[in-house]
């Protein structure tokens, strides 16, 4: 009898095991794509990237934080922005790493870097996306409004705020 119970319950240990404990090397459930890429997004970031001027550096963000805004920003960020979508570069996540990165010196900035981001003011970023960084991918968006530009901010900011 003791060993019909020693083999139940032995095998009831071992045979799930694989997948009751996540043994098996094919089932990661919830492992995002990120954790498992080689190249990690800069944080801090070094930036020599030019300063808007004085008056601009002083702007703050004159459009809410709506979700119509933010949602707006998305879909410029994303599909609409032109001469390209800025997730070509600045990559889905907002981290930097988008599909042209391994190509682009200096590398295109990382949205999800709080040290990076915090320390740079709404007319800062405003400024770099109407007017390019020159020398750099960093292209003019000269054809976007003035409240796409914004709305593009409202959205470019939701990747560094969740992890403060
Ligand atoms: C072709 C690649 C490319 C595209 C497309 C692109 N960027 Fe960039 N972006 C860069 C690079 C590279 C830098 C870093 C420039 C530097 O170091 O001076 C940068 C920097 C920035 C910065 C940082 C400014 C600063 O002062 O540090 C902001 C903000 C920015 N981009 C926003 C955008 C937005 C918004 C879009 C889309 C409307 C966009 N970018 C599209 C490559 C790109």
Same mark, same amino acid.
């Given at each position: 009898m003791i060993r019909i119970i020693l083999y139940w319950v032995i095998f009831w240990i071992t045979i799930p095991a694989p997948w009751v404990w996540g043994w098996t090397l094919a089932s990661h459930p919830g492992i995002q794509v990120e954790d498992g890429l080689e190249f990690l997004p800069l944080c801090p970031q070094v930036r020599s990237t030019p300063n808007a001027p004085e008056e601009f550096l002083q702007l703050t963000n004159p459009l809410s934080p709506s979700p119509e805004n933010i949602f707006a920003g998305q879909t410029i960020f994303h599909f609409d922005a032109k001469? !390209?979508?800025?997730?070509?570069? #600045?990559g889905i996540s907002g981290n930097g790493l988008g599909i042209l990165f391994r190509e682009l010196t200096p590398s295109p900035r990382n949205f999800t870097c709080n040290q990076t981001m915090d320390s740079l003011p709404d007319g $800062? +970023?405003?400024?770099?996306?109407? &007017? !390019? *960084?020159? !020398?750099? =991918?960093?292209? =003019?968006?000269?054809? +976007?409004? &003035?409240? $796409?530009?914004?709305?593009?901010? #409202?959205?470019?900011? #939701?990747? *560094?705020?969740?992890? #403060?």
């Open positions: 001469p !390209g979508p800025c997730r070509v570069c #600045h $800062q +970023l405003y400024w770099i996306i109407k &007017n !390019g *960084s020159p !020398g750099t =991918a960093m292209p =003019a968006f000269k054809n +976007l409004e &003035n409240d $796409q530009i914004w709305q593009l901010i #409202h959205y470019i900011r #939701h990747y *560094s705020k969740d992890t #403060h």
